[in-house]
């Protein structure tokens, strides 16, 4: 399937939401972006989209509607749009709101819970689809895994893991973020210039990616510590402080939040 000449509607042109109209653009879709800020707006304009502060005149005028904004704003933008989205296909990168919150707020149209994350920004998202219940993709998978396949690799999954998936890869480049900077930090202690050291950090994260995929991280790991050398030190002083016990706790804490979101964007759904 191909986006030439569809026209996507991306309800909130922020970091996240200009990662996907830079997406679509090059894809050849046609954009209509919203945004609070004129800052928002201008952005969005010079990555090639039209812009317009009304969620309802973008998402009228659109094949598929993706909402892009923050969960408190949700209910609003839901509220805004519903009348004219029937029909219509809608994908959600809404942290905490599920099909069902969708089926709810936005009755009608064919609506999709995906969550992409920050490597968007390099076309290098890793973007979850929520299969529905039985397996099923939706009345209109097609065009919403094209619209997502503009920004990296997408994945089907069931919407039950859909928390667990936020938790890691939508959570897991800021561990990993603070993880290279500890790095880069262990490099300045040593004597490294701090170019040289973000550099150096830069090349081993690109390495590590590459290799994990051809082989367990336990085996990598193994092939770097040998016998009596530098690596194995360097680790025996990591488990004094417990980090892959860190890094669990982190992405399980992450994981409770995003169920946590789920309740909030309920409850600001009640009457």
């Known amino acids: 399937m191909t986006l030439a000449g569809v026209t996507v509607a991306v309800l909130g042109a922020g970091r996240m939401g200009s990662a996907i109209i830079r997406g679509l653009v090059s894809a050849g879709a046609s954009v209509v972006a919203t945004g609070r800020r004129r800052e928002t707006l201008e952005r969005a304009a010079r990555l090639g989209a039209e812009v317009t502060r009304s969620n309802s005149e973008a998402a009228r005028r659109a094949e598929l509607v993706i909402i892009a904004v923050k969960p408190r704003n949700y209910p609003e933008v839901a509220a805004e749009i519903a009348p004219v989205v029937k029909g219509k296909t809608v994908a959600s990168i809404v942290a905490g709101v599920t099909l069902r919150i969708l089926d709810d707020t936005l009755p009608g149209a064919h609506n999709y819970r995906v969550m992409p994350n920050i490597g968007a920004l390099v076309m290098k998202s890793a973007t979850a689809i929520a299969l529905r219940p ?3 993709k939706g009345a209109n998978p097609g065009l919403v895994e094209e619209a997502f396949k503009t920004i990296g690799s997408v994945t089907w999954i069931p919407e039950e893991l859909m928390d667990a998936w936020t938790a890691l890869a939508g959570s897991g480049p800021g561990f990993l973020a603070e993880v290279a900077d500890a790095l880069i930090l262990g490099g300045v202690a040593a004597g490294l210039p701090r170019r040289e050291a973000s550099a150096a950090v830069a090349q081993l994260f690109r390495a590590v990616a590459d290799l994990i995929e051809s082989m367990h991280p336990a085996q990598l790991r193994d092939e770097v510590a040998t016998p009596a050398g530098t690596t194995i030190a360097g680790l ?14 982190a992405v399980l804490s992450a994981y409770r939040r995003c169920r946590e979101l789920a309740g909030e964007v309920e409850r600001s759904l009640r009457p």
């Open 134 to 136: 039985g397996g099923s």
């Open 236 to 249: 025996h002083s990591m488990h004094r402080w417990a980090p892959r016990r860190m890094m669990v706790d």
